[in-house]
């Protein structure tokens, strides 16, 4: 079964770096635009940065522009979320899908940034 397996977050403080990283199981990212989205507390999950596999074309969210980078590892089917100058209002569960979300949904990993 395929399975999207997200890791990487933590606790850090405002102005802070984290790299976050999603992996597949059952499948590659061959072909497909991935992406990575974002749910704070009481809020709708939101879209943050996405990138097509096969050209590294990206796309971003105005509020990461700038601060945020995704990227991807071909060899290992990795796709990742460089994130810098961290603030409070980035604290989040993170999570990576297909820019259209039509992989089941992982277990996202939470970003906490403390002010």
């Known amino acids: 079964q395929d399975q999207l397996v997200e890791s990487g977050g933590g606790l850090v403080q405002h102005g802070g770096s984290l790299r976050l990283s999603c992996a597949a199981s059952g499948r590659t990212f061959s072909r497909l635009n991935m992406a990575w989205f974002r749910q704070a507390p009481g809020k709708e999950r939101e879209f943050v940065a996405s990138?097509?596999?096969?050209?590294?074309?990206?796309d971003y969210a105005e509020f990461v522009k700038g601060r945020f980078a995704i990227f991807r590892e071909i060899a290992n089917n990795v796709v990742y979320l460089r994130m810098n100058s961290l603030k409070p209002e980035d604290t989040a569960v993170y999570y990576c899908?297909?820019?259209?979300?039509?992989?089941?949904w992982g277990q996202g990993t939470q970003v906490t940034v403390s002010s």
């Open positions: 899908n297909t820019r259209a979300g039509t992989w089941a």
């Open positions: 990138i097509y596999w096969s050209t590294g074309y990206t």
